[in-house]
């Protein structure tokens, strides 16, 4: 599994935003992937210190369009806690 299949896009929340102010990072991520997987493609990918991380799975929530219910996808978000002084700056892409 390639870093780029382990992390698929970064978090841009007001939440997430926030976050960044206590040097951590949201990313979304594979159903699949473990927190040592997740940091090692965060320190491989940006070239910075990962000192934590924690996970979250997200449920799909049951929706209805035009009256048709649908089910939206299950994720799951990973918080990256960067070292002192790292940060990544998730605007400007790869």
Request: proline share 3%.
């Amino acid at each position: 599994m390639s870093h780029y299949d382990v992390i698929l896009s970064p978090v841009i929340t007001e939440k997430a935003t926030k976050l960044t102010e206590t040097n951590q990072v949201v990313f979304r991520v594979s159903l699949d992937a473990t927190k040592p997987k997740i940091a090692k493609a965060v320190e491989d990918l940006f070239k910075v210190k990962v000192t934590g991380v924690n996970t979250v799975r997200v449920k799909g929530k049951n929706k209805a369009f035009r009256g048709k219910p649908y089910k939206r996808s299950d994720y799951k978000k990973a918080i990256v806690t960067l070292a002192e002084g790292q940060q990544i700056d998730i605007t400007t892409g790869l």
